[in-house]
């Protein structure tokens, strides 16, 4: 009985002193803060409200794929992505090796990780994490924009924010000047399709879900000329292939998922082999990571040149 | 005289029933983004050419009907059955947790080998569904357990399977793709998913109605069951595996769909009295009626895109639920 109640208030010690040790690193922390607070700051405005940035931020963590496109595009490095675990995406991305701590998933990205960062600008997507905004908010400056079935639009004015909290301003200027030129010239390219109606969807075991105009490849594919064939003001629509065979799209542009595919089974009848886009061989498999996860000015040029060689090699 | 007129009574319901069902059918076949007239559906029925409409309707929409059909049967008996074996009013496949086990091993399975054809995920659907409705009769079969506790504890065993799916595709961004499937729909099904649910279905419907005399005599009571020389056990089991087959085979095909199962029952019960030899076949009627007309109803929710019927059946089944609480309440004060 005595051995047991030792035991008892051993335990209760371990665990305070636990605690105290826990306690101490939160404190160290909190110093940290303090000590970045010094330098001068930037108020950025974004979807949330308006962030204290400090001046040129070094260490960024971004919880999207959109935001280190933008990041990539102005010539920064982040520190921390929330890259679902997957670096050959990153390095897809960015089209080379990086350096980077992964931070976990975007849907759950790993604060504990991001803090350990010590991150001075966090960038997060208003979408998947204003409920931690927040929490973010204690880690590091955080500012919440537009990625998540956002629209081109949304996605360049996420990119000139991003541009104005990093303070490059100026260099954002001449990227989307360029980004202008490339898709004045792709359009050219294209200009025998000029409104022709295009349809991109994400294609799983059991769902079709079309990418309308006012998805971020849609809305992309209108920039160079083509019509989405489902206009909406969401994003992204559920399909079967009785609507598919109504909207019957001139050209058909699918993003797969691994595994089982819905199509594998619409291939066989004749609705699917009546459609406008099979009959003249304007199906299109095409990369679902490039076109539906980046979303990014440096992305979607790379979509414009995709879309130019598969026309192109199939009219050879 | 008393007696024929209820039989008389049975067959106008009967009767009444069929042709719902039948109508059912045809509206919901004439039912899409395209339109097609009730005169087109039944040149195409009955008539098919080559045309563009008869393609759709025979390939796409008429298969999504008989579906339909098929698991609001099969999910209505099952319902049925649980309510029985359970003597439990409150009892559904989805209350206690057959379909949440179901749903379980399915997101597991698709997670684990992405290749799996339907046809081999049904024996997961069985697996985990056996797993969740065995859960939950231990605590029936302690006995002595009121009917809200066992509905209480078929709500836990149900919400913890869920979140244990919600787990698995919280960590698995590519999962996130089953969401759509877990409110149950059965848009975008054609004839292969008909070939897959079939024989069960068959199979559970009609070894569902066979046992439906034992079923009744179990429901007076074990004791009274045992005297009238029932093997209450033997009968208890044969009634668990009928639920299994019938509710997994159906949320492989089309997802948990909700509430059928629990309302189907007691209707059934209201129009031809407690013999669950009529209770049974009467309960496959209505859940078939059920579930087509609420596909046709979800077909209009977001159109002309698609919406999961899981929500209609949520809609109309939760205050019925709610309802059904309410008055076993009043019956025991």
Redesign the interface.
């Known amino acids: 009985m005595k051995t047991r109640r030792k035991l008892k208030i051993g335990s209760v010690m371990a665990i305070l002193s636990i605690l105290l040790v826990l306690a101490g690193c939160g404190a160290k922390q909190d110093s940290t803060n303090e000590k970045s607070s010094n330098k001068q700051k930037v108020a950025v405005k974004h979807e949330l409200g308006t962030t204290k940035v400090p001046e040129n931020p070094k260490r960024i963590v971004v919880l999207e794929l959109s935001f280190v496109d933008a990041l990539h595009g102005l010539g920064i490095k982040p520190v921390g992505i929330a890259d ?1 675990n997957k670096k050959d995406m990153i390095e897809q991305l960015v089209n080379g090796k990086m350096k980077y701590t992964s931070v976990g ?4 990205p790993n604060l504990e990780v991001i803090s350990s960062l010590k991150p001075d600008l966090i960038i997060a997507d208003v979408q998947r994490h204003k409920a931690i905004y927040k929490d973010l908010q204690q880690i590091a400056p955080t500012i919440e924009l537009n990625s998540r079935e956002s629209t081109y639009e949304e996605n360049i004015d996420a990119f000139k924010t991003i541009a104005t909290a990093t303070g490059k301003d100026k260099k954002a200027e001449e990227r989307l000047n360029k980004h202008e030129e490339t898709i004045a010239k792709l359009k050219k390219e294209v200009k025998e399709e000029n409104g022709q109606t295009i349809l991109p969807a994400v294609v ?5 879900q079309a990418h309308t105009s006012a998805s971020y490849d849609g809305g992309f594919l209108e920039k160079l000329g083509f019509k989405d064939a489902v206009q909406s003001k969401d994003a992204y ?7 598919l ?2 909207i019957n799209p001139d050209i058909l542009i699918l993003a797969n ?4 595919l ?1 199509t594998d ?1 619409w291939k066989s ?3 699917w082999k ?1 459609l406008k886009a099979v009959k003249n061989h304007k199906v299109f498999v095409v990369d679902r990571n490039l076109w539906t996860r980046f979303r990014g000015v440096v992305s979607s040029e790379a979509i414009g040149k995709d879309t130019v060689k598969l026309l192109h090699d199939q009219q050879k | 005289m008393n007696i024929k007129k209820q039989r008389t009574s049975r067959y106008i319901i009967g009767f009444i029933g069929v042709f719902l069902l039948i109508a059912g059918i045809f509206i919901h076949v004439s039912v ?3 339109s097609i007239s009730i005169t087109d559906v039944i040149r195409a029925l009955f008539h098919p050419d080559n045309s ?1 409409q008869t ?2 309707i025979q ?3 008429l298969p999504r009907a008989v579906l339909a059909a098929l698991i609001g049967a099969s999910l209505a008996v099952a319902g049925a059955l649980m309510q029985a074996i359970t003597r439990n009013s409150l009892a559904s496949p989805q209350v206690f947790g057959v379909n949440a086990g179901a749903s379980l091993a399915i997101v597991v399975a ?1 997670i684990l080998f ?4 339907s046809k081999t995920t049904v024996y997961f659907s069985f697996l985990g569904s056996a797993l969740g409705g065995i859960t939950v009769y231990l605590f029936a079969a302690g006995g002595k357990v009121t009917h809200i506790k066992l509905a209480l504890a078929g709500m836990a065993v149900h919400l913890f399977l869920s979140s244990l799916t919600q787990g698995v595709i ?2 698995n ?2 999962a ?2 089953v969401l ?2 877990l409110v149950g729909s059965i ?2 099904k ?1 004839w ?1 998913h008909v070939l897959v649910l079939l024989p069960w279905s068959v199979f559970g419907l009609l070894a569902a109605f066979i046992m439906g005399r034992s079923i009744s005599i179990l429901v007076l009571g074990e004791n009274m069951a045992t005297g009238l020389g029932e093997k209450v056990q033997w009968i208890r089991l044969v009634a668990g595996v009928i639920v299994i087959i019938l509710a997994g085979s159906s949320v492989a095909v089309a997802g948990p769909i909700g509430f059928i199962g629990l309302m189907v029952p007691h209707i059934a019960r209201k129009l031809v009295g407690g013999d669950y030899q009529r209770i049974l076949p009467f309960s496959a009627l209505l859940g078939g009626i059920l579930l087509v007309y609420a596909d046709i109803l979800s077909r209009f929710i977001a159109y ?3 919406s999961p019927v899981g929500i209609v059946t949520a809609l109309i089944g939760a205050p019925f639920f709610l309802y059904l609480a309410r008055k076993g309440r009043k019956i025991k004060q």
Do not use: C
Request: proline content about 5%; cysteine-free.
């Open positions: 679902d998933t975007r849907q759950q799983r075991d059991t769902s079709f629509a559920e399909m079967n292939l009785e609507q065979s109504d998922n691994e595994g089982k819905l089974e009848n004749p609705l009546n | 899409g983004s395209s563009k393609t759709i390939t796409l929409r698709t992405p290749e799996l054809h919280v960590l961004e590519d996130t793709d759509y499937w848009n975008g054609n292969s002309p895109f698609e």
